[in-house]
């Protein structure tokens, strides 16, 4: 299989000749995508570049790490590449770990990989506390809203993905900016692709992120809450109607007419003075109870809902490792 890599180039002319020189010899091809860059990263990459692998690629307008990912994406699939790794040009993401990335893939045992930098203690010792707080709040919302419950740190970048399962993919509907990791998520539950979390380490360089989690938190809460709800219809209500349906429809609907019931009782008992009778009480808290429980049968039938075979696999037949 022929590997390439893609580098989204946005003011990263300090460090991105490094992370091209790192790269490894088992890539065939190297996309590094200018995305309007106001430092003229592409220009500065095929002045000062000797890699023959290296193709320079350029955004009219500033499109996003994703809109400038997805650029990459498509010249890959054109060219019949087969692996797409994505790493960013500020350094931060070690290119000596690629293989790691790829081995899943070429394996034919996941469809796209991502780095996880909570999964050793050891790991996320150099990471500020705030980062590490506001990546475990994202990350359960993601598990919540894309289904991959195996996964964690799900805005990390350093990702690899076979091409076959990228063409089934609306590349032109991916998120452009900061939702592009967790919208690729998503977008893979739809299709049932294998995700596999890759271990790595948190490297920080003099580069800051643009990533402010106070600012971002609603926009994300919005976006995961629509995302929550296009795959439940999706999975559950017009794909398979299957036995986790039934949990959550009839879980929902108890708890919403036992709530409303008890609240209707609550209120008379309130207005009138007088104490609720052990009957009615039971007859509010029964169905809540019961509808409780059949949420969590219904979480518990997500949870156990992940795709186990690699969609590749169906999609492109195996060829032989090609460096």
Same mark, same amino acid.
């Given at each position: 299989?022929?590997? /390439?890599?893609?580098?989204?180039? $946005?003011?990263?002319?300090? #460090?991105?000749?490094?992370?091209?020189?790192?790269?490894?010899?088992?890539? #065939? !091809?190297?996309?590094?995508? @200018?995305? /309007?860059?106001?430092?003229?990263?592409?220009?500065?990459?095929?002045?000062?570049?000797?890699?023959?692998?290296?193709?320079?690629?350029?955004?009219?307008? &500033?499109?996003?790490?994703?809109?400038?990912?997805?650029?990459? $994406?498509?010249?890959? +699939?054109?060219?019949?590449? @087969?692996?797409?790794?994505?790493?960013?040009?500020?350094?931060?993401?070690?290119?000596?770990?690629?293989?790691?990335?790829?081995?899943?893939?070429?394996?034919?045992?996941?469809?796209? !990989?991502?780095?996880?930098?909570?999964?050793?203690?050891?790991?996320?010792?150099?990471?500020?506390?705030?980062?590490?707080?506001? &990546?475990?709040? *994202?990350?359960?919302?993601?598990?919540?809203?894309?289904? $991959?419950?195996? +996964?964690?740190?799900?805005?990390?970048?350093?990702?690899?993905a076979?091409?076959?399962?990228?063409?089934?993919?609306?590349?032109?509907?991916?998120?452009?900016? $900061?939702?592009?990791?967790?919208?690729? *998520?998503f977008r893979l539950n739809t299709l049932r692709a294998v995700v596999k979390d890759i271990p790595m380490d948190s490297v920080y360089a003099d580069e800051e992120s643009n990533l402010k989690i106070g600012k971002v938190l609603p926009e994300f809460l919005k976006k995961h809450a629509s995302r929550l709800w296009r795959r439940y219809v999706y999975n559950y209500l017009v794909r398979d109607f299957n036995v986790g349906t039934l949990y959550s429809l009839f879980g929902g609907v108890l708890l919403t007419v036992g709530s409303a019931f008890g609240a209707m009782h609550w209120l008379d008992s309130a207005l009138s003075n007088q104490p609720a009778t052990s009957g009615t009480v039971m007859l509010a808290a029964l169905p809540v109870l019961i509808g409780i429980q059949f949420l969590i049968a219904f979480l518990h039938y997500d949870v156990s809902n992940l795709p186990t075979e690699p969609l590749s696999n169906s999609l492109a037949a195996p060829q032989p490792y090609e460096s």
């Amino acid at each position: 299989m022929r590997i /390439a890599v893609a580098i989204p180039c $946005y003011k990263v002319t300090q #460090h991105v000749l490094g992370v091209l020189a790192a790269i490894g010899p088992e890539v #065939h !091809t190297i996309y590094a995508v @200018d995305d /309007a860059c106001p430092d003229h990263s592409g220009r500065f990459i095929e002045a000062h570049n000797k890699d023959p692998r290296v193709k320079v690629l350029f955004n009219s307008e &500033n499109r996003g790490v994703g809109g400038a990912i997805v650029t990459a $994406y498509k010249a890959a +699939i054109a060219e019949g590449l @087969d692996i797409v790794v994505k790493i960013d040009g500020d350094g931060q993401m070690n290119p000596a770990l690629l293989p790691k990335f790829t081995f899943p893939l070429l394996r034919g045992e996941a469809d796209y !990989t991502k780095g996880n930098r909570f999964f050793r203690p050891e790991s996320v010792q150099g990471m500020p506390p705030v980062r590490l707080f506001g &990546n475990a709040v *994202l990350s359960f919302m993601t598990k919540l809203s894309c289904g $991959y419950w195996n +996964i964690m740190d799900p805005t990390n970048g350093y990702t690899a993905a076979r091409t076959c399962v990228l063409a089934e993919l609306p590349l032109d509907k991916l998120e452009k900016r $900061y939702f592009f990791e967790t919208d690729m *998520l998503f977008r893979l539950n739809t299709l049932r692709a294998v995700v596999k979390d890759i271990p790595m380490d948190s490297v920080y360089a003099d580069e800051e992120s643009n990533l402010k989690i106070g600012k971002v938190l609603p926009e994300f809460l919005k976006k995961h809450a629509s995302r929550l709800w296009r795959r439940y219809v999706y999975n559950y209500l017009v794909r398979d109607f299957n036995v986790g349906t039934l949990y959550s429809l009839f879980g929902g609907v108890l708890l919403t007419v036992g709530s409303a019931f008890g609240a209707m009782h609550w209120l008379d008992s309130a207005l009138s003075n007088q104490p609720a009778t052990s009957g009615t009480v039971m007859l509010a808290a029964l169905p809540v109870l019961i509808g409780i429980q059949f949420l969590i049968a219904f979480l518990h039938y997500d949870v156990s809902n992940l795709p186990t075979e690699p969609l590749s696999n169906s999609l492109a037949a195996p060829q032989p490792y090609e460096s």
